[in-house]
């Protein structure tokens, strides 16, 4: 499967996530635009299961609180994003199948805005809730 990437203003997260999978390999094709990267790779075959950590990591960061503490990120991965992943593996593989070329800053933005909003919400109930609390 080959599939061109950009990034927007994730290009150090997609850059880590290709050097933890060892994917540098798979890379036919890089080129940086302004404040774009374009990676193209022929992906291998765990390619799509492997890809949601990549989002994850992206929504995570975008939450201002979130992205301070890794414990918060953590906790907030297994609350929101843990039970989700079937969902979301399945909306990134009906993507891919539809387009050669994703990218990842629009992705979070339009396709997996209800995750970023579940862990708004989730973290609106823990500061209430600590509030609240005698």
Request: aromatic fraction near 10%; proline fraction near 2%.
């Amino acid at each position: 499967m080959r599939l061109t990437i950009s990034t927007g203003s994730y290009m150090n997260e997609l850059m880590d996530w290709i050097a933890q999978n060892n994917y540098n390999n798979y890379i036919e094709n890089f080129e940086i635009e302004n404040d774009n990267c374009f990676i193209t790779l022929n992906a291998p075959r765990n390619f799509t299961s492997n890809i949601i950590t990549l989002f994850e990591r992206i929504i995570l960061e975008r939450n201002q609180v979130a992205k301070v503490h890794d414990r918060l990120k953590e906790l907030l991965a297994n609350i929101v994003i843990g039970p989700s992943k079937k969902d979301i593996i399945h909306l990134i593989n009906k993507y891919i199948l539809e387009s050669d070329h994703i990218n990842l800053e629009g992705f979070v933005t339009f396709r997996l805005s209800d995750y970023s909003h579940m862990i708004d919400l989730v973290l609106y109930q823990a500061v209430k809730n600590a509030l609240m609390s005698p």
